[in-house]
């Protein structure tokens, strides 16, 4: 997939074999790692031993939560784990896929795998995080919460569906489709019944994302051609901005952006136990950010892409700087600064492996607001009665605006 198969030089990193892969498939996730005790607990008092191995981001909330954020460090496992045709799909993209000459879109016909296996450009890094393996199509229920600074919290419940064009059945290779997305809002009951769908393309300068909404107290269906960039994410309590939900998506037209370079960090890793169903809500989630006792920490490699707003384009981020894991391709760690160049909002991506589909993503992520001292967590489903499923195949007529009022009238 392009990473360093090799560790690194004082083994802290370990080479990857091919990630982790259970002798049986099926049932609830089980934490392979749920034997091992930390190496490490990194807090305020101690982090400047571990400032190389730290985000901005991360130093930040060490330093603005001291009695209640730490980082629990474990043994580094490179558990990411993937189809062999995805690895395959991926060896021949290295040599045929490459950027459109705007850098916003994909030539060379791409259907699946890491486009960019060896990056040479910042913008090819984050299309690899757009593109990442995600099973070729994906249904979840899951909660979002923003959580006030007391801790208190309004949780939603969504049904999320999202097919990649790979799935997409009657899919035509000039569709310019890369997926498509409804979100189902469950609960609670005062939006039961609101949909979302969008349809996103490979080259969104080319064709903008087409976005719909049902309103089911008024039945109706209309345009959303706001859900992009900085308007504000569907029930974030305006914590969170639409390009920020999947770590980042969307177009890259308004940023310039820089690549890095590599480096070790520490990350969000393996976090089967946020992910355990027999964990309740009230566990985890406490004021300014997730229980840290809960959120497993590990070294990884990460790329490093930064991205400055351009001369005469909005955005209420001015710059952005995104860490993105070698062997995932997922953004780990992404920190936002405002117009004043003061960091503003931190995110974090709580990976793991589905290993029973061999699909590398999350379990959650959390966007923290510095200066509300309040954070917005998407994605737990510890009280959710199913896991994700991966992996089904749908057809264009699932996925047109019609079809949001028979959903409508299921809920």
Do not use: C
């Amino acid at each position: 997939m392009g990473a360093e198969r090799a560790g690194n030089t004082d083994g802290s990193i370990p080479a990857w074999d091919g990630g982790y892969k259970p002798s049986t498939s099926g049932g609830a996730l089980v934490d392979p790692y749920a034997a091992e005790q930390p190496l490490q607990r990194i807090d305020s008092g101690n982090m400047a031993q571990f400032a190389q191995w730290l985000s901005p981001g991360t130093q930040a909330m060490l330093r603005q939560y001291p009695q209640s954020f730490h980082l629990q460090l474990y043994p580094s496992h490179r558990s990411a784990a993937y189809p062999e045709s995805i690895l395959k799909q991926s060896r021949q993209n290295a040599t045929r896929i490459r950027l459109n000459a705007s850098g916003s879109g994909l030539e060379g016909g791409y259907t699946s795998g890491v486009p960019f296996p060896v990056p040479l450009r910042a913008e090819e890094v984050i299309w690899n995080h757009v593109t990442r393996y995600r099973g070729g199509a994906v249904k979840r229920e899951v909660h979002r919460m923003p959580v006030q600074t007391s801790g208190a919290y309004q949780a939603s419940l969504i049904r999320q569906t999202q097919v990649f064009a790979s799935n997409v059945r009657d899919n035509t290779p000039d569709s310019n489709l890369l997926f498509y997305f409804i979100g189902q809002t469950l609960a609670p009951a005062r939006q039961a019944g609101n949909i979302a769908l969008i349809h996103e393309p490979l080259d969104q300068v080319q064709t903008p994302r087409q976005a719909w909404a049902y309103n089911a107290g008024q039945r109706r269906v209309r345009r959303a051609p706001t859900l992009a960039y900085d308007s504000p994410q569907n029930s974030s309590d305006g914590l969170a901005t639409s390009d920020n939900m999947d770590m980042y998506n969307g177009a890259f037209d308004r940023y310039d952006w820089t690549l890095k370079g590599k480096r070790e960090l520490l990350i969000p890793y393996n976090n089967y136990r946020l992910h355990d169903k027999g964990l309740k809500y009230a566990q985890i989630i406490q004021p300014a950010h997730l229980n840290s006792d809960y959120v497993r920490y590990e070294r990884h490699r990460v790329w490093e892409v930064e991205g400055k707003l351009k001369a005469g384009q909005r955005h209420i981020y001015d710059k952005r700087t995104f860490f993105i894991d070698e062997d995932t391709w997922q953004i780990a760690l992404a920190d936002h600064y405002d117009a004043r160049g003061e960091l503003w909002r931190v995110s974090a991506a709580y990976q793991l492996n589905f290993y029973n589909d061999l699909v590398p993503w999350m379990t959650a992520e959390a966007i923290h607001d510095l200066q509300s001292r309040r954070y917005l967590v998407s994605g737990l489903s510890n009280e959710t009665p199913s896991e994700a499923s991966f992996g089904h195949e749908a057809l264009r007529q699932d996925f047109k605006p019609d079809a949001l009022r028979r959903l409508g009238g299921k809920n």
